[in-house]
C-alpha cells in the first residue's frame, strides 16, 4: 500500500499547518500579499498554497481594495511547485492500490495552482508580480498572469520546465507566447536560460526594472495608478483587453462599441469632461 497523499489528504495538511506562510498587508484601496517561507524560497508548498488561496479570494471579494501586489520574502520570488509533492504524486501514481490516478495530480494542478491564476487574471482589480529574485515554474506562471509585471535588479525569470521533463505550466504557454511569439517562447523552453531582470524587460516579459529596495515603492506607485482612475474604469478595461487577446479584430470592436457607452452613465465620466472642458 502507498503511503503518498492523496488530493484530499494534501489538502487538509495544508490546512493542518500553524506558521503563516503567506503575509498580508493591507493600506486603504491597495493590499500586498508576501510568499513567505524565504529558508525555502518560497517554495508553494501545500500549506503556501492553501494560505495564498484563502488569502487571495477574501482580498477579491474585498470592494475597498482596488490593486493587489504580490511578492516573495527575499531573497527569491518564488521556485514554483514543491518537487517532493510531485514526487508523492509519481509515487502514488504508480501504486497498485491507487485509485484517483493522473487526475489526483490534476485536482492540485487545476483547484490550487490554476484557481490561483485565474483568480488573478479574473478578478476585476490590478495584479502586480513584484519579482524581487527568482521566479520559476509555477512561481513564474504567478507573475507572468499578473497584470503588470516589475522585477528588481536582482530578479530572474527561470522557465526550466523542460529539465524536469515538464511543460510551461498553469498559463505560461499562453503568457510567453503573447508576449514573445512561437519562436521565441520555443527557444526559451528549450535552451532552459534564465532570463535576468534587464533582459526580461527587453523582450517585455516585466514591464519595469528597479534597484532592488525600491521594488515595493515602484509597485505601489502602480497601485497609485489604478486609485487615480475611476473605479468602474480599470474595472471594465482589464476583462476587456483580456478577452480581446483572443479575440479577432471584429470581436475586440464589437466588445468595445457595447461597453463605452456605458462609461457615459457614470458621475466620473461627468465631472472629468467638465473639468477638461473647463466648464
Known amino acids: 500500500m502507498s503511503d503518498a ?4 489528504d494534501l489538502v487538509a495538511s495544508g490546512r493542518e499547518e500553524e506558521r503563516r506562510l503567506v503575509r498580508v498587508d493591507r493600506a486603504a484601496d491597495r493590499a500586498v500579499v508576501t510568499l513567505d517561507d524565504p529558508k525555502k524560497l518560497n517554495v508553494l508548498s501545500a500549506p503556501m498554497m492553501i494560505q495564498l488561496r484563502g488569502e487571495l479570494d477574501a482580498l477579491a471579494a474585498d470592494d475597498q481594495i482596488r490593486s493587489i501586489v504580490i511578492t516573495g520574502a527575499d531573497p527569491g520570488f518564488s521556485t514554483g511547485g514543491d518537487l517532493r509533492m510531485m514526487d508523492n504524486a509519481a509515487r502514488r501514481i504508480a501504486a497498485d492500490d491507487d485509485e484517483e490516478g493522473a487526475t489526483g495530480p490534476w485536482r492540485w494542478i487545476r483547484y490550487q495552482f490554476g484557481a490561483t491564476v485565474r483568480t488573478i487574471a479574473r478578478t476585476d482589480k490590478l495584479f502586480i508580480a513584484a519579482v524581487n529574485g527568482p521566479a520559476a515554474g509555477v512561481g513564474l506562471a504567478f507573475a507572468l498572469n499578473c497584470d503588470v509585471a ?3 535588479e536582482r530578479g530572474v525569470l527561470v522557465p526550466g520546465f523542460g529539465r524536469l521533463g ?4 498553469v498559463g505560461t504557454s499562453w503568457a510567453l507566447t503573447r508576449r514573445l511569439g512561437y ?9 532552459g536560460k534564465h532570463i535576468g531582470a534587464a533582459e526580461a524587460l527587453e523582450i517585455g516579459l516585466v514591464q519595469e526594472v528597479t534597484p532592488h529596495g525600491e521594488l515595493l515603492a515602484a509597485a505601489d506607485r ?10 468602474h474604469a480599470l474595472a471594465m478595461t482589464k476583462p476587456l483587453l483580456r478577452a480581446a487577446a483572443d479575440q479577432s479584430w471584429e470581436g475586440s470592436l464589437t466588445m468595445e462599441e457595447f461597453a463605452e457607452p456605458t462609461c457615459f452613465t457614470t458621475a466620473d465620466y461627468a465631472r472629468n469632461v467638465k473639468a477638461v472642458l473647463g466648464g
Request: aromatic share 14%; proline share 7%.
Open 150 to 152: 516589475l522585477a528588481s
Open 222 to 231: 502602480w497601485c497609485d495608478h489604478a486609485a487615480s482612475l475611476p473605479a
Open 5 to 8: 497523499l492523496s488530493y484530499g
Open 183 to 191: 519562436q521565441r517562447a520555443l527557444q526559451y523552453y528549450v535552451a
Open 166 to 169: 515538464l511543460l510551461p505550466e
